[in-house]
Nanobody, 125 residues
Framework: QVLLVESGGGLVQPGGSLKLSCAAL??????????IGWFRQAPGKEREAVAC????????YYDDSLKGRFTISSDNAKNTVYLQMNSLKPEDTAVYYC????????????????WGQGTQVTVSS
């Protein structure tokens, strides 16, 4: 069983930054065995992809609309994947989720088996 825990969400003003963390818990589990995706879901909207990182070769993919403002990275020593979010806008307000899968990857949420509980990001003045 893979347990993913997101953190780092909160209230930020437009133009501000936040760095989300996705920690993988469980003895003997290593995030670098899994492909990791970040997704978000705003109220009343469908869940949408943000970014993903492929474990086999470190390839990174972003939703085109977010490229340049969001950066996904990983620290295997800490078993944590990060999402750095800059120049935040009110429309970035959502619950942000990380997801993991040993084989599935990409920017479709149905590729991922394991999900965290989410962390709320609110961008407002």
């Amino acid at each position: 069983q893979v347990l993913l825990v997101e953190s780092g969400g909160g209230l930020v003003q437009p133009g501000g930054s936040l760095k989300l963390s996705c920690a993988a818990l469980g003895s003997g589990f290593s995030l670098d065995w899994y492909n990791i995706g970040w997704f978000r879901q705003a109220p009343g909207k469908e869940r949408e992809a943000v970014a993903c990182i492929v474990s086999s070769d470190g390839s990174i993919y972003y939703d085109d609309s977010l490229k340049g403002r969001f950066t996904i990275s990983s620290d295997n020593a800490k078993n944590t994947v990060y999402l750095q979010m800059n120049s935040l806008k009110p429309e970035d307000t959502a619950v942000y989720y990380c997801a993991a899968d040993p084989t599935g990857w990409g920017l479709r949420d149905d590729e991922y088996t394991f999900w965290g509980q989410g962390t709320q990001v609110t961008v407002s003045s």
